[in-house]
C-alpha cells in the first residue's frame, strides 16, 4: 500500500509540470501529407497532429512577462508559490529544404557582440563523420525508427540547418523567451511560420529558468535560488512516444490521455540544474528525484554529444569550464 507522499507530486514534478508548454494542435492538410519527409515521418495515418513554432512562443508569452508559478511544499509542510522566467538558452532548427537565404553566421550571443562562423559547418564535416561516434546521424536506435536507414544522405537524416542560437550572456544581460525569440525572427522568420512537420528530429531547444520571487514573501530560502535547464524537441518525429511517468503511483504521469485535437505537450527530455542545494527538490518518493534528475542529466548530456553541440549554459551549470 502507498503512503501519502508517493501518492503526491514531488517538488520536481510539479516543476516539469508548471513549465511544459502545452501547444495547441492543428492537422495537417492531406493535401500535404504526400510531401512530408518519409524518413521522418515513416507511419502512414489518416490524420497527422503538428502544431506551429508560433503556437509554441505564445505558451511562454505569460511566463516571459510574469514568470511560471511552481508551488513547493517545504520540509516544514510549507507550502508557497516560486516564480521562474524563462529564457531562451538554446535553439537549433533543421528542415528538410535548405533556407532561400543561407545563414552564414550562427548567432552567439555572448554579452560582447561575439558570433561564430558558418551555416553549413554541421554538414561541411560529413567527411568526418565516421571518425566520431558522438555526431548525431539519425541512425540511432534510440531515437526509434532510423536504425535501418543509414543509407540515406546525411541532409536527409539531420536536414538543412536553418537556424542555431546560443546565449553566452549573463543572466543578467538577457531577455526574456518571448523577446528574443521575436529579435531573431527578424532574422529568421521561420521561427514563426513553420510547423513540428516541417522539422527534423534534430530540432531542438534549452530553456534557462531563473527564480525571481515567491509568494508569500518575507523571507529567504536557499533551496529555492535552484535554476533549470530543460530541454525540449520540437520535430513531430517525436510526438507519438509515450511520455512515461519514472516515478511509479504517480498521481499525474507523464503519459496522459491527450484526446485528439487537444493540446500537444513539450514535456522536458533533459534536464541541468544550477545552485541546488537542500533537500526541497530531491526528498521526493524514497530517493527516486535524485534518480530521476540524473536520468534527465544524462540524456542531455547524450543528446548534445550526438549533435557534436557545446552547449554554453549546460557546460556552466555543470562546472565544465573551456579554455
Known amino acids: 500500500m502507498m503512503g501519502k507522499e508517493s501518492m503526491m507530486n514531488s517538488n520536481l514534478e510539479c516543476f516539469l509540470r508548471c513549465t511544459t508548454p502545452v ?176 522539422l527534423s528530429p534534430a530540432s531542438w531547444m534549452a530553456v534557462a529558468w531563473y527564480p525571481i520571487y515567491h509568494i508569500p514573501m518575507g523571507r529567504t530560502i536557499k533551496d529555492l535560488s535552484t535554476c533549470f535547464l530543460t530541454y525540449h524537441t520540437l520535430s513531430s518525429s517525436f510526438q507519438d512516444m509515450d511520455h512515461v511517468d519514472d516515478f511509479e503511483g504517480s498521481s499525474t504521469g507523464w503519459k496522459s490521455s491527450r484526446k485528439e485535437g487537444e493540446g500537444i505537450p513539450l514535456s522536458a527530455f533533459g534536464l541541468a540544474t544550477y545552485k541546488m542545494q537542500g533537500p526541497v527538490w530531491i526528498s521526493g518518493r524514497g530517493g527516486r528525484d535524485q534518480e530521476r534528475l540524473l536520468s534527465l542529466l544524462g540524456v542531455a548530456d547524450s543528446w548534445l554529444k550526438q549533435l557534436r553541440v557545446q552547449h554554453h549554459d549546460f557546460n556552466y551549470f555543470n562546472g565544465i569550464r573551456h579554455g
Open 23 to 198: 501547444v495547441p494542435s492543428q492537422f495537417l492538410p492531406k493535401s500535404e501529407m504526400r510531401n512530408l519527409n518519409r524518413l521522418w515521418h515513416p507511419w502512414e495515418r489518416e490524420k497527422i497532429e503538428c502544431f506551429s513554432l508560433s503556437d509554441l512562443w505564445n505558451c511562454y508569452d505569460e511566463w516571459s512577462a510574469y514568470g511560471a508559478g511552481v508551488p513547493i511544499t517545504l520540509s516544514t509542510g510549507e507550502t508557497l508559490v516560486q516564480y521562474y522566467v524563462p529564457y531562451l538558452s538554446a535553439i537549433q532548427i533543421f528542415t528538410s529544404t535548405p533556407p532561400l537565404t543561407p545563414v552564414f553566421r550562427d548567432d552567439t550571443d555572448s554579452g560582447d557582440g561575439e558570433t561564430k562562423d558558418s551555416f553549413s559547418e554541421s554538414l561541411s564535416d560529413e567527411n568526418e563523420s565516421d571518425k566520431s561516434s558522438s555526431k548525431w546521424d539519425g541512425c540511432s536506435s534510440e531515437e526509434g525508427g532510423f536504425e535501418n536507414e543509414c543509407h540515406w544522405p546525411l541532409n536527409d537524416r539531420l536536414g538543412y540547418r536553418y537556424c542555431q542560437y546560443f546565449e553566452k550572456s549573463t543572466p543578467y544581460g538577457r531577455v526574456p523567451l518571448m523577446d528574443k525569440v521575436s529579435g531573431l525572427a527578424q532574422r529568421y522568420p521561420g521561427l514563426m511560420s513553420l510547423r513540428s512537420v516541417d
